[in-house]
């Protein structure tokens, strides 16, 4: 079965850290640019950071510094680590896999960050 499983995701204190992994089955990720997007409530689906299959990564600015997404192709996951977690970042987080005309989605994993 083809699929993304997200996890990771919890409830932190500002200022926490966590760690979201998607382990991908069915297929190889090797080949795949592989992202973590994120959905607020009531917002609309943004980019927070991209790995390309050579190991380049870009983020959203507001992520800057603040988070870092890796890869391990013998594990078929992809990872990212959040530090210094503000409320804004609050919001389901989704993975994504693409792969020229090809692409897949997780099912999303909820962060939620509040005093």
């Known amino acids: 079965q083809v699929q993304l499983v997200e996890s990771g995701g919890d409830s932190v204190q500002p200022g926490g850290s966590l760690r979201l992994s998607c382990a991908a089955s069915g297929f190889s990720i090797s080949s795949y640019a592989m992202s973590w997007y994120r959905q607020a409530r009531g917002k609309e689906r943004e980019l927070v950071a991209r790995i390309n299959s050579g190991g380049s990564t870009n983020y959203a600015d507001s992520v800057k510094g603040r988070f870092t997404i890796s890869r391990d192709n013998d594990k078929n996951t992809v990872y990212l680590q959040m530090n210094s977690l503000r409320p804004e970042d609050t919001a389901v987080y989704y993975c994504?896999?693409?792969?020229?005309?090809?692409?897949?989605w997780g099912q999303g994993t909820q962060v939620t960050v509040s005093s």
């Open positions: 994504f896999a693409s792969l020229l005309g090809t692409s897949r």
